[in-house]
Every structure is written in C-alpha cells, then in structure tokens.
C-alpha cells in the first residue's frame, strides 16, 4: 500500500504561462507532506498535475512523478485511466461541487467499485466505506443526494470515493478549507487516522500552518511555482530559513497570539502575478535582496532556495564561488 | 414553512396547482387580448359572411343574431360564457361549430409538432454535444445556425419542395397527411429550432465538462464514456428540457406557416383560412387552443425537470 513519492523537475506550464518551475519534492512512504502556499504559488497546479487533472490548457512540459516506481506524468489511455484513484487518489477542496448533483451517494461510491474490476457486491462495499469514513446509518446515507447532507457529511463521502481503490497517493487539496472549523477538527482527525490504518502516503495541500502542525511528517513551501523550502515539519517552527517562510511563520504566529488592536505582522508587498519575475521569485518583497537575487533564481540547497541563506551557511567568498562554479 | 401549511397538500402538489392556476390566467389573459384586438380590426363582419351584394335587411338580420350591435363588454362576456361551458361557438364560414373543426385538425397539428420536436431535439442535442466534446467552437456549425436562424421557415420550406418534390422528386408535392407527406414539414419546422436547442445544449454540457463533479469522476478512473454518459448527459439535462418546453410555444407559432406551404390539415391551416375570412369566432378558437398547449407544454417541462433533478425537488417542497 505505502509507496515513496518522488517529484523530479516537474515544469507545469497555462498555454505559455509557466506555474510551476522545475519543481523537486520526496515524501517517504507512508507519510504526509504539506504543501504550504498563497494563491497563485502553483500548489493546486501541483496537484493536479501529481492526480492528471490538469484542465486540457495546461500542459505538463517535464519533470517525472513516481509513485512506487510508476511516472504518473508519462502514463497516457487506458493505463493513465487505471492509474487514476487506484496509484493516485485525489481529494478536492469544494465536496458539493465535486460530488454529482443528480446522483445518489451509494451509486458514486460504488462506481469506483465497478469501474475498477465489476463487481457485483459494489453496493455493500459502498456502505461499508461510509462505515469507515465514520458516517452513522451509512445505509440510509447511502440512498441520498448529495445537497440532503451537510458539508462535514459530504467530506467524508469524498474521503470514501478517494480511498475506495486503496490509492499508494493520496492528494488533498485544501479538503477542509471550506469547512467551519469544528468540522475542520474531525475530518482532519478522520484522515490521519484513516492514514496510520492504511499507511497510504498524503500530500496535503493548504495555506493554513495550523494543519501542518497536527498531521505534517515534511513540508515542503512554494512561493511563485519554485519550492522555497522543503524540511521536517517540526524543523519549520523551530528553525526555518528561508525570508519567506520566516514572514510566513510571523504573520501566523501574529494571527495567533495578537491581542485585540495589536497590529498583525504581516508580508509586505503581494503576491506574484503568473509568468512571474526573472531571479527569485520572492525577491520584490523579500528585506534581504541582493542584486543577485533579481537576476537568478536559486537553486534548492540543503532544503532552502536562498542566495543570502546559502551565502551565510558557508561562508561569504566560499558561497559565492560554490555557486557561481 | 411546514407549520403554515399544515393541512395544505404537499409542497410538490402545490406547486403544480399554483402552476395550473397561472396557466388558467394566462390563457384568459391571452383570449381577452385576442378578443379586444379583433374588434381594433376594421372590416364589417356581417358583409364577410353575406357577400357583397346582401341586402340591408340580410345584414340587420345577420348583426342582429350574432349580436354585433351589442356593446363590447356584452359580446366578450357572452364568448367567454361560451368559452366556459365548453361551446367555442360557430364558424362565419364553415357553418359548423368551431370545436369540431378544431377537433378534426388537433390531431394533424400535434402529429407535427412532436414529430418536428423530434427532429430538432435528435439534430439540435447531437450537434450540441458534439460542439461541446470538441471542446472549441465549429465555423461550419455556427454558419449552420446562422443560415438557418436568417432564414424564415416558409422560405425553407418552398426551398425543400422545390429541391426534394420538384427537382429530386422523392417527397409528395401534393396535399395529404400521411407518413411522406409529414416528412418535409416536420423536417422544416424542426430545423427552425436547431440553432437555439444546439446553442442551449452546447452551453450546457461546455459547463457541466468542466464542473468540479465530473473531474471526481475522471479521478476516478471511470472511462470517458462512462463519464459522459453518467455523469454528463444527465446534468445538462436541466435547462435542455425547459427549453423543449418553450419550443412548443416557437413551433405554434412556426406552425402556420409550415403547414400552409405543405398543405398539411392542421390547425395553423386553419387560422390562415379564418383570418383571411374574418371568421372570428374560429381564429378566436385556435389562438384559445394554442395557448393552452403553451401553457401545458411548459408545465410538462416542469413536471420532467423535477422527476430528473432531485435538487429541483427539494426547490419545489422548499
């Protein structure tokens, strides 16, 4: 079930508007990353290149996304059809949009279950994933439409779809935005747990750090379609490098503990526009940049994509040299 | 919502008597408006049906049994009592009541236009989602649209019997109401309504593509067509079938026309024939009898729309 997950160069490109640059993450098997940006980074575009969901303007230019050993990114017909929700599963942010509006929930479940291998019993074995996800009287659930039941209900109904082929990937992308924050709790409790039982590895995609906190293994931040930092989920807190995920982190911590009136810290500037900026891409807005920082983009050192950062770890004369080699 | 229609039949039920109700007005509304408008149409109508060369007593006696000298409100209230106790009253003309002259064509008219709404929805929704699954929009099509919203259904009409009974020669020029004979009418006034329904199911299944829902079922691994079929089709269903509704409506009106060029013995042939003789009392029956078939066209696209859309159900009890 649990399989390493290993993102090589991926280059994701809107008609000719890059989104994601040469983009390299791994995530062990059987853990979760999270994939922590603002609008606009090349994070959902990250996902739906990762699921093959891309919408037909957008083209994967290159790079590989290996799941236990497949390239999710070269698989065309019928093998990308049967890679889809059985190697990759995906998660989407919005459940009543994503669910089938004139479709019972039983019948949307099941369909996994017989597009798979056309079995007879698909109809149990909905229900049953309805048990699993935690819904009670998931036989009665199971003959409903998707708008008699509430978002925390149709979440878990998602969840159910995503995870009835016993995907090796599972992505989720922002699944508990939409939700109120109770809600927010149980479904992100639900996937951890469903996630330790099944060992399946998740990439989670948010832009809320709170999330990474409870279920992050690794992490990994995008800033303008480039990883800008990529570590442990606890080496984040305590010891991020990278200037943006630094602001990142205080405007967190300032939402967080900021007394009523108290100003939050918040990063200066916003952010980029698509097609983006020669050199780093947080460089308009970053207090650290250097001249070098506006003509070349850095390379992901260490876990960090920081001229100034890489400069400091090594030494002023040796890191301009290692660099420029 | 519940506790103030307690006793009150459900919410479903009530919507469709509420409905009725409005169609009932509506038809009404459309008879006075008809009625008023015939009396703003100058011509003696007692002349019509005596001939020029009647005598004055002739007319007296004429006006004085159809009660053409009696006020407005008079006349309207004596038709619409009429109208009411079922009685559409006598043709000028013909000499025989309008109800079994109506009665004798409905049957013709309908034959056509559910055949033509046939056509148009087997042309119309196939091109539609062929448009649609292309994923971009055809020239070929659109000029197909174009040409044929820019055309008025007679002249397609004459064009067609002048290329497929004339010069081809393999459809009837003659009058009759049998299979070949329905052919080139049906075919006419479907056509008439291929550029709105394409346009309509286009739109919609271009929208329900690239809905959240059916990337879930992509996701899924379900085969394109699987997709399509299940997933698809069934959404854009919606706003298809209101606008069948309303294209009962558009063919009524289409209708006149077709058949006058065809000679098919339908009602359209009918109020031709009663407008160019001033009989008032028929033209007043068919508008009567197209309104209602207006009216319970759309009720049925209603009634169809809910049983395929559970969300329109729960509007309806809402």
Redesign the interface.
């Known amino acids: 079930m649990s399989a390493p997950v290993s993102i090589e160069g991926l280059t994701v490109a809107y008609g000719d508007q890059v989104s994601l640059h040469d983009v390299s993450l791994d995530v062990p098997a059987g853990t979760v990353l999270a994939l922590v940006g603002e609008s606009g980074s090349g994070k959902s575009t990250l996902a739906h290149a990762a699921?093959r969901?891309l919408?037909?303007n957008a083209r994967i230019l290159g790079g590989t996304i290996s799941v236990g050993g497949t390239d999710m990114a070269a698989l065309t017909g019928h093998e990308l059809?049967?890679?889809?929700?059985?190697t990759v599963?995906?998660l989407?942010q919005?459940a009543l949009?994503?669910?089938?509006?004139?479709?019972r929930i039983g019948r949307q479940i099941a369909?996994?279950f017989t597009?798979?291998n056309g079995r007879s019993d698909a109809a149990e074995m909905a229900v049953e994933m309805l048990r699993r996800v935690s819904i009670r009287d998931p036989g009665q659930v199971a003959r409903k439409?998707p708008?008699?039941l509430s978002g925390g209900m149709r979440q878990r109904v998602?969840i159910a779809?995503?995870l009835a082929?016993r995907p090796q990937l599972l992505i989720a992308d922002e699944p508990t935005t939409a939700l109120d924050v109770t809600v927010q709790a149980e479904v992100l409790e639900l996937v951890a747990e469903l996630q330790r039982d099944t060992g399946v590895t998740v990439i989670w995609i948010t832009h809320d750090l709170s999330v990474v906190k409870e279920i992050a293994d690794t992490v990994a931040v995008l800033y303008g379609g480039r990883v800008a930092e990529h570590c442990a989920a606890d080496e984040l807190f305590a010891a991020a490098r990278h200037p943006y995920t630094l602001g990142l982190l205080g405007s967190f911590g300032g939402a967080r503990t900021a007394a009523p009136k108290e100003r939050f810290t918040a990063i200066p500037g916003s952010p980029p526009l698509r097609g983006g900026v020669p050199g780093c891409p947080f460089h308009p807005r970053c207090t650290r940049a250097e001249d070098r920082c506006r003509s070349e983009a850095p390379p992901l050192l260490g876990g960090v994509a920081c001229h100034v950062v890489a400069r400091e770890a090594t030494g002023t004369g040796a890191g301009e040299t290692g660099m420029t080699a | 919502m519940a506790e103030h229609l307690s006793g009150w039949p459900t919410g479903q039920a009530k919507q469709l008597a509420v409905r009725l109700l409005l169609g009932c007005l509506t038809v009404l509304a459309v008879l006075t408006l008809t009625f008023v408008l015939q009396y703003a149409v100058p011509g003696d109508v007692a002349r019509s049906i005596a001939g020029p060369r009647a005598t004055p007593q002739l007319l007296a006696q004429i006006r004085d049994r159809l009660h053409l000298d009696a006020p407005l409100w008079d006349q309207y209230w004596r038709y619409l009592r009429g109208v009411l106790s079922g009685n559409l009253g006598e043709s000028y003309v013909q000499k025989q009541p309008v109800r079994s002259l109506i009665a004798a064509r409905l049957p013709a008219t309908l034959l056509l236009g559910v055949t033509a709404l046939v056509v148009e929805i087997a042309l119309g929704g196939a091109l539609g989602v062929w448009e649609a699954l292309r994923g971009r929009r055809s020239t070929l099509l659109t000029c197909l649209n174009t040409g044929l919203l820019a055309t008025p259904t007679f002249a397609l009409g004459y064009l067609f019997l002048l290329v497929f009974a004339y010069q081809l020669a393999v459809l009837p020029i003659t009058t009759g109401a049998d299979a070949a004979h329905l052919v080139m009418p049906a075919v006419v006034l479907g056509l008439s309504g291929v550029p709105y329904y394409s346009s309509v199911v286009r739109d919609s299944m271009t929208a329900t593509l690239a809905s959240s829902h059916v990337r879930t079922a992509v996701a899924k691994g379900l085969p394109r067509w699987t997709v399509i079929r299940r997933h698809v089709l069934r959404c854009a269903l919606s706003p298809v079938v209101t606008m069948a509704g309303m294209d009962i409506a558009v063919f009524l009106s289409g209708v006149v026309f077709v058949e006058n060029v065809f000679g098919w013995p339908g009602i359209g042939q009918l109020q031709d024939q009663a407008f160019n003789n001033s009989d008032r009392p028929l033209l007043m029956g068919t508008v009567i009898v197209a309104a209602v078939l207006v009216v319970f066209g759309n009720l049925l696209a209603d009634v169809i729309r809910v049983a395929v859309d559970p969300r329109a159900r729960q509007e309806a009890s809402a």
Do not use: C
């Open positions: 699921s969901l919408p037909p059809r049967s890679a889809r929700g059985s599963a995906y989407p919005d949009a994503a669910l089938n509006p004139v479709m369909e996994v597009a798979a439409y708008h008699q998602m779809i995503a082929h």
